[in-house]
């Protein structure tokens, strides 16, 4: 089993990514013959998106790359940087162009949808808007989770949740995600 895991931002300390990264370990700790491939977005950078650029530029390698790496996948890990509320707007570009190449993106891959900021929001905000809308491009959501207040719960250091209830939470969803 191969799974595709990004944190939907392009900041270098993204900590979205560290959490997905940390879902994809967990999985490969359930299951052995995982393999867990990290997508950084800073790959994938595109001109915004509009009609016209899309005239100009038709569908850009970047996209291709990216719904392939999707396609190739057997799972999708995504955890989600709220940015006033919403999605990144790199992910939110970058899944405006890949839609045009097909808007069934997740290719109706078992997906299991992250968040995580420093607040204790926990960018549920943005959780929701994407739980909300992954039927419509083919995702098959099989579990989700907000972690609120990223740094108390989360040490950087050795990599790992420190909550134990978030790290149970986060346990049965890798679970049901690989099942």
Do not use: C
């Not at 939907?8 to 959490?19: D, F, G, P, R, V």
């Not at 891959?109 to 420093?118: C, D, E, H, I, V």
């Amino acid at each position: 089993m191969k799974i595709v895991t990004f944190g939907a931002s392009t900041s270098s300390k993204s900590i979205n990514k560290q959490l997905a990264k940390y879902a994809g370990y967990l999985a490969t700790e359930v299951q052995a013959n995982i393999k867990v491939e990290v997508l950084d977005l800073n790959d994938f950078e595109l001109p915004l998106f509009s009609q016209d650029k899309e005239a100009e530029l038709g569908q850009p390698e970047a996209a291709k790359a990216f719904f392939d790496k999707l396609g190739e996948s057997d799972a999708i890990i995504i955890s989600f940087a709220e940015h006033n509320g919403s999605y990144s707007a790199a992910y939110k570009n970058l899944f405006d162009w890949t839609s045009r190449i097909n808007q069934k993106l997740f290719q109706s891959k078992p997906m299991l949808l992250l968040a995580t900021s420093p607040g204790p929001g926990g960018a549920a905000s943005v959780l929701a808007a994407a739980l909300g809308s992954a039927p419509y491009f083919a995702g098959d959501v099989k579990a989700s989770l907000s972690v609120p207040s990223f740094f108390d719960n989360f040490d950087m250091e050795n990599t790992k949740l420190t909550n134990d209830e978030l790290h149970q939470k986060l346990t049965a969803a890798v679970k049901l995600l690989i099942a």
